[in-house]
């Protein structure tokens, strides 16, 4: 099973600030690789899905990057709904397609 | 296409919990299904997966012997059944279709999880 570490567990940021979130796969996943949003009491909801490609509804302030095993999602200008737990996943060796840990952001 | 779960049970250690999850729109034998949990403040535990259109299953390592994933396509409805439940098992359950179906499982495309249900919680105590 491919290990997904994600970094930092937590990041304090203020509103109208750039986010930056970075997950590291134990091997490469090639451009196989997906990030979700989860709000308090709520299912995660895709983000972005192969690298770089935003879901249906997402703002432009949501961007991936990377490749192999460095990924990073960056959100830029901070709203208030941003504030949540991120999960960020591989699907290359699928199933079962494994998630980081989640760093959660939080207004600083 | 959404997925609505059954609502939130109590159960008994050693007991079993059966929560459904129905597929709105008509891509229910085209897409497999999973099963994801996340114990309170914790991150996601993959649990398994299921072809709706014939059935069959993978589980993983952790909940081999005590879970089992069914479909009816009647009802475009998979189910997930988890026995000899424990304290540790106190989670919310989650179904999300992932992955095309296609004769060999490995050329699926569209792997990442979307949708997903709402969640189920299933609270285990004495």
């Known amino acids: 099973e491919i290990v997904v570490t994600q970094s930092p567990a937590t990041l304090s940021v203020s509103p109208g600030d750039t986010a930056t979130l970075t997950c590291r796969a134990g091997?490469?996943?090639?451009?196989?690789f997906a990030w979700y949003q989860q709000k308090p009491g709520q299912a995660p909801r895709l983000l972005i899905y192969?690298?770089?490609t935003r879901a249906t509804g997402i703002p432009a302030r949501f961007s991936g990057s990377g490749s192999g095993t460095e990924f990073t999602l960056t959100i830029s200008s901070l709203q208030s709904e941003d504030f949540a737990v991120y999960f960020c996943?591989?699907?290359?060796?699928?199933?079962?397609?494994?998630f980081g840990q989640g760093t959660k952001v939080e207004i600083k | 296409v959404q997925l609505v779960q059954s609502g939130a049970e109590v159960k008994k250690p050693g007991a079993s919990v059966k929560v459904s999850c129905k597929s709105s729109g008509n891509t229910f034998t085209s897409h497999y299904i999973h099963w994801v949990r996340q114990a309170p403040g914790r991150g996601l535990e993959w649990m398994g997966i299921?072809?709706?259109?014939?059935?069959?299953?993978t589980y993983a390592q952790d909940f081999r012997g005590r879970v089992t994933m069914t479909s009816d396509s009647s009802t475009s409805t998979v189910y997930m059944e988890l026995s000899s439940l424990r304290s540790e098992d106190t989670a919310v359950y989650y179904c999300?279709?992932?992955?095309?179906?296609?004769?060999?499982?490995?050329?699926?495309?569209?792997?990442?999880?979307?949708?997903w249900g709402q969640g189920t919680l299933v609270t285990v105590s004495s």
């Open positions: 999300a279709r992932s992955g095309v179906i296609m004769a060999v499982r490995g050329a699926s495309t569209e792997r990442w999880f979307d949708p």
């Open positions: 192969d690298v770089s």
């Open positions: 299921i072809n709706p259109s014939d059935g069959s299953t």
């Open positions: 996943q591989q699907y290359n060796h699928w199933p079962p397609g494994t």
């Open positions: 091997q490469s996943v090639s451009s196989n």
